[in-house]
Structures are given as C-alpha cells and as structure tokens.
C-alpha cells in the first residue's frame, strides 16, 4: 500500500509540474520569443521542438553582404547544393551588382535567377542560372534559441498585440502583430504572423508552431 501510495504522489506531481498551459502563458510564451527570454521559451518548449517557417518562393540560401559581395552562410535544402553552397560568394544578380540591401528575387517556381558567383575557395567568376522553387525552413530547440537570441539584440524596444487566438484540444492558431524600433524614438517597424502552436496531448508544452502562409508571400513572387 505505501508502495502505491509513493507511486500516486510521484505521478500527481508530476502533473502539475506540468499544467495545461493558460490563456495568458501562450501570450507570454510568444512575447519571450522575441524578448529573448530564453528560460520562458525553454519552460514551454518540448523535447523534439520544430520550428515550421512560413514556406516561401526563392533561392533557397542565407547569405550577408561582405566585402562587397554575399557570402552564403545557409542553405535550407540539399537540392540546392547543386548550384550553390555554404562560403560561395554572390557577386551579381540578374545582371544587376549585389548591395547591404540583400539579395530579393520575384518569380514564379521555376524561374531561372542569374547568377555571378565565386565558388568557396576559388576566384574564378562562375555564371549560374538557378531556377526559384518553394522552400520550407525548419528549425529545432538548439537553432530557435539561438535565433530569437539574435533577433532580440536588433531591437531598442518592441510591442506584440494578439489580434485573435483561439484554442482547439492541442492546438492554437493566432494572428498577432509585432511593432518595434531600433533606436530610441526611431522609426516604427512592423509585420503581421498567423501561427499554429502544436501542443503536447497533455497541452502543457509547445512542441510545434507551423508558420501560416501570407499573401504577401504570395505577392512577393511577382516583380
């Protein structure tokens, strides 16, 4: 009997070690996102945590403007490997000089994008038509971390409004709008997200959230 009874505390605790997560908890939960509150975001995050990004037409690839070209610094899917990697540099883009501005393409999947590119650890200029297909970008625990980390330290100051949220068993699609500004008293920046929170069965963890697609995804492909 005392060996049940050790088992049934055990087990009560650890329910409520992890209650169902409120209400309140799912908006504080996306506000340390990008606060960079990475205990709160750890305290609600399952183990296998994804991050699903909004899906997008492009070229699949990071990259960040240095020394007057763009080092490619990621790229999302292996298919793309074929024509670019990690450490090439892009030095022109549909017959136009790259900038700090970064690389925007506009298209339809399978429109060719040209290319100038050096080859890591080669100088010879390469000309490359690379055609837009529609990549997905997934992130784990480790990978999301250390990116709200990062987009925490771009801004001087930020504000979320939830506009609609609703919960259904384990999942909660909301619609929410960020504002923020990088500097004191400095220009407002702002964009709209729709997301789906996957919760645990026990809805006490978030171990999915799927970005939602936009029209303005939608009308980014075209020039």
Known sequence: MRYLNTIFILSFSFLLAFPPLKDAEIDSFITARYSGDTATVNENIASGFIYEHTPYVGLGISAYYVDGSLLITDVVDDSIQTFLSVGDRIH?????????????????????????????????????????????????????????????????????????????????????????????????????????LYLTKKRSLVEKIEGLWSEKQFRDQFK
């Open 92 to 196: 022109e883009h549909n017959d136009s000089k790259v900038d700090n501005k970064g690389l925007h393409t506009g298209g339809a999947v399978g429109e060719l994008q040209k290319l100038i590119v050096t080859k890591v650890g080669d100088s010879t200029f390469s000309e490359l038509e690379v055609p837009l297909q529609l990549y997905q970008y997934n992130q784990d625990s480790a990978s999301f971390i250390e990116s709200i980390l990062k987009y925490s330290e771009l801004w001087y100051d930020f504000d979320i409004t939830i506009k609609e949220k609703v919960m259904k068993k384990n999942k909660v699609f909301v619609h929410y709008i960020w504002e923020g500004s990088k500097y004191e008293s400095g220009e407002t920046y702002y964009f709209s997200a729709m997301e789906i």
